[in-house]
């Protein structure tokens, strides 16, 4: 069994790709508003909301259980791709490495949305972290209705 893996997903959302990459990119202090059974909370360590390399903490929910992930931001401003590398926290207790990554691309009028998880587990017992994806599609659904309804 490899301890090394991607899983991803990809779906179209209604907003644009700028619209969309921009939550990410310097409101992301609004994300508990449009997701607040997802997600409860962001508190920057390090940086500030829009800098590349900064620190925040993000406390979520997922299948049920209240969980806190500490990451490192990282923009591609020019393919709109964000990168959370977890430092700390709940996920780490399974995984040596973790990195979520959203982008967005432009796709008609909306966007296409390709969401992954590349990931380095601890153990062999450790399972995919199929849930972490889950989750970043829920966020990413909500996030689309928060901005289309707007």
């Given at each position: 069994m490899a301890l090394q893996g991607k899983v991803e997903t990809e779906f179209e959302i209604k907003a644009s790709a700028d619209q969309f990459y921009n939550v990410f990119?310097?409101?992301?202090?609004?994300v508990p508003n449009a997701t607040p059974d997802?997600?409860?909370?962001?508190?920057?360590?390090?940086g500030d909301w829009e800098t590349h390399g900064a620190v925040k903490?993000?406390?979520?929910?997922v299948e049920?259980?209240?969980?806190?992930?500490?990451?490192?931001?990282?923009?591609d401003d020019a393919n709109r791709i964000v990168t959370q590398v977890g430092v700390e926290g709940h996920v780490m207790k399974d995984f040596k490495n973790i990195k979520a990554i959203y982008q967005v691309?432009?796709?008609?009028?909306?966007?296409l949305a390709k969401l992954s998880?590349?990931?380095?587990?601890?153990?062999?017992?450790?399972?995919?972290?199929?849930?972490y994806l889950n989750l970043m599609a829920n966020v990413t659904k909500d996030i689309d209705a928060h901005l289309v309804k707007a």
């Open positions: 990119r310097s409101q992301a202090h609004q997802h997600i409860q909370g962001i508190e920057v360590h390090e903490s993000w406390k979520y929910t049920g259980n209240a969980e806190v992930f500490k990451e490192k931001v990282e923009f691309i432009p796709k008609g009028d909306g966007s998880v590349e990931y380095e587990k601890l153990r062999e017992d450790v399972p995919t972290p199929d849930k």
